[in-house]
């Protein structure tokens, strides 16, 4: 294996990695609009959450050792296929189909594999760093055994004691990075890492807009349809201006600012922790504007004027609402101005379920559009004005 540099960045087998991520959290917004129920939607957000996690292990791995090499890259296409089986198993990992392999099963012997994968590709790398393989031997007794031993529980359950005992693992399996410490983990370029990070972030914009095409499959053209898709459009491209514009170079400048352990706990808390509300929220929102689309595309079964129902009404404008104090507390984590427009709005996003309820769901999406929209103004005109008084 070979090591990354300092001004390392990602390579092409990284993104070919990413594909599988890809299936994976279209298949989630499935799991959660199948059923969409309270009780899903937490479970959605475990197998996010799950998910997420094998994604983290090797973006840090791909971080210190170039996932181009020979035995490198093997290990991310045997990942690949264990994830690949792992993104199967979603639809059924609470409501297993009649017949064949037992999916809560597979999905937790496939994520056990994964993290499996990682600890030990992770000691191989680096066989004389001692501090590293002592982290990696407690990360595996406190943040892989006991979830994993969880999980494999949770698996012969069904309904919420299955999803209280998944959500428990994943508690733990987070929680046990804490305990274990950052000594022994780095991150060798913070440039690869950021860049990471924000193509993930990509990844989850890009579910969005299929999120869209799945809402009107199969349905007539017509033109609610097509002033749906472009509100839709709108809050996408909104959100990517608010990340990539505000957020990104922010944290990744306070990223390359630091070294040692401080560089690490920064990449584990802005990126690792609080990239993934930011991911959920997204995920959340494609949600809403899958049913919206849905809705407005099938005229035999629903009026314009029907609004949305139930928790996906709430995950339309509350997906934004997470994503926006998630932004907000990378911003203050990586010691970034305080946004009252990301608090303050999100905020009102988190709230503003409660009147989606009332509007017509289409009415409600170009509401959402436009507020967006206005946040991403709001936003550049106040960083702007800072600028100027910096000069």
Not at 77 to 93: C, D, I, K, N
Request: hydrophobic share 55%; glycine share 10%; aromatic share 8%.
């Amino acid at each position: 294996m070979i090591a990354t540099e300092g001004g390392h960045r990602v390579t092409p087998a990284e993104l070919f990695f990413d594909l599988v991520f890809v299936y994976a959290i279209t298949q989630v917004t499935a799991l959660m609009a199948a059923d969409p129920s309270l009780l899903r939607l937490l479970g959605g957000v475990v197998v996010l959450a799950l998910l997420w996690w094998c994604w983290c292990c090797f973006a840090w791995l791909g971080n210190v050792v170039r996932a181009d090499s020979g035995a490198m890259f093997a290990v991310l296409v045997a990942v690949m296929a264990v994830v690949l089986v792992v993104s199967l198993t979603v639809p059924e990992v609470y409501d297993d189909l009649p017949g064949g392999l037992y999916a809560p099963l597979v999905f937790v012997l496939c994520y056990g594999a994964v993290r499996i994968l990682h600890l030990v590709t992770y000691w191989i790398s680096s066989p004389g760093d001692e501090a590293l393989h002592a982290t990696l031997r407690r990360t595996a007794l406190l943040s892989v055994a006991p979830p994993f031993v969880l999980l494999l529980v949770g698996s012969a359950f069904t309904g919420l004691t299955q999803v209280l005992i998944w959500l428990g693992a994943v508690v733990i399996d987070y929680g046990g990075i804490y305990v274990t410490g950052s000594s022994g983990w780095r991150v060798a370029s913070p440039g690869h890492f950021a860049e990471r990070h924000g193509l993930i972030v990509i990844i989850a914009l890009g579910e969005s807009i299929v999120a869209i095409g799945v809402g009107v499959s199969a349905l007539p053209i017509s033109t609610p349809v097509l002033a749906g898709t472009a509100a839709g459009l709108m809050v996408v491209a909104g959100l990517w201006r608010l990340y990539f514009r505000h957020i990104s170079d922010t944290a990744e400048h306070r990223l390359t600012a630091l070294e040692g352990d401080d560089r690490t706990r920064l990449a584990r808390d802005a990126y690792t922790f609080l990239h993934l509300p930011l991911v959920a929220g997204i995920v959340l929102t494609a949600l809403g504007m899958k049913k919206v689309l849905h809705q407005v595309a099938d005229s035999e079964h629903y009026d314009l004027s029907e609004p949305l129902h139930g928790v996906v009404a709430w995950a339309l404008t509350g997906g934004v609402g997470i994503f926006l104090l998630a932004a907000a507390a990378i911003l203050l984590r990586t010691g970034g101005p305080r946004s009252l427009v990301f608090i303050i709005g999100g905020l009102a996003c988190l709230a503003a379920g409660a009147l989606v309820v009332l509007l017509p769901a289409l009415l409600a999406l170009a509401l959402l559009a436009a507020a967006v929209i206005a946040m991403v103004a709001l936003h550049s005109r106040k960083t702007g004005s800072a600028e100027e008084v910096a000069a």
